[in-house]
């Protein structure tokens, strides 16, 4: 367990592969003197695929591998194990508020700026199975009206390059026209993999739908924590080093190195590191 955090300790972020990479920007963005730690569980991505259990275990792995990093925070950037491993992972570390999953910020965000309307949340299966976003919602607006559609083809499409194409555009039609989504005020993207197709998004839309990229939420909600914990880090005279950026992956390919950088929007090197061997 975690005592006394310094601000000088980085901020662990993981996802299951790279999507989570949006986050770490809009962290970096907005917080440009803090250290990051990311972890990209890309042996056992898609998360959205895989059980509860599987997800939890995970999740509890990589947290233990962040607090062995010496991370002051813990960023779950990825709604399926946000939905799946949030609850294990604050848990396990004690790190209370320090622990931040993307669904919450998301959910209070949306309760602030759409109270009573309608709210569409596109995820990954696990993700809409869990039902998370609803109950998170409710939970704040008892009368809000949630409707939630699983968009599977979504992640794998991105990572596979096919995103501000006819093809992906496409596929992006044929899931918002479901009619599920149908007559929505608002739209959460409630996989980190898609504010790479935000702008497909919304052109679908035009003005009449307010899409919402939780990753600049959440940035914001990092930043706030950090400030009532004194955790913000001040920054050196020198500013920070390529060294204070460091990006693992359990299972690494050139492809996803490259990748990396579309999400990233900056050159990423990514290190192997294999957490599951003991
Ligand atoms: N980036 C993950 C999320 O936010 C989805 C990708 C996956 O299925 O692993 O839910």
Not at 1 to 27: E, N
Not at 50 to 68: D, P
Not at 86 to 108: Q, S
Not at 115 to 142: C, E, F, Q, W
């Amino acid at each position: 367990m975690i005592t006394f955090p310094k601000p000088i300790q980085p901020i662990g972020i993981f996802d299951s592969g790279i999507g989570g990479l949006t986050v770490a920007r809009a962290i970096t963005r907005l917080l440009p003197n803090e250290k990051i730690i990311y972890f990209g569980d890309t042996a056992h991505m898609p998360y959205g695929e895989k059980s509860a259990e599987a997800i939890k275990h995970y999740s509890l792995k990589i947290a233990e591998f962040l607090m062995f990093k010496n991370c002051k925070m813990i960023v779950i950037a990825c709604n399926t194990a946000s939905a799946a491993g949030y609850k294990a992972v604050l848990k396990h570390t004690g790190m209370k508020d320090l622990v931040v999953n993307v669904i919450d910020p998301a959910a209070e965000f949306v309760v602030k700026n759409y109270y009573r309307k309608k709210i569409g949340v596109i995820a990954t299966k696990r993700t809409v199975s869990s039902n998370v976003y609803s109950k998170r919602i409710s939970h704040l607006d008892p009368v809000a009206d949630v409707s939630q559609l699983a968009t599977p083809l979504l992640a794998p499409m991105i990572e596979e390059g096919f995103y501000n194409n006819k093809i992906s555009q496409t596929i992006i039609n044929s899931y918002l026209s479901k009619s599920k989504l149908g007559d929505i005020d608002a739209l959460i993207l409630g996989c980190t993999h898609y504010p790479l197709i935000k702008n497909e998004i919304q052109k679908f839309y035009g003005k009449k739908v307010a899409v919402i990229d939780s990753s600049e939420v959440v940035a914001n909600h990092v930043k706030s924590v950090l400030e009532k914990h004194n955790l913000l880090n001040p920054g050196s005279k020198f500013g920070l080093s390529k060294a204070d950026k460091q990006f693992f992956v359990s299972d690494y390919t050139q492809s996803f190195e490259e990748t990396s950088k579309i999400f990233f929007e900056e050159k990423v090197k990514l290190k192997q590191f294999n957490i599951w061997e003991d």
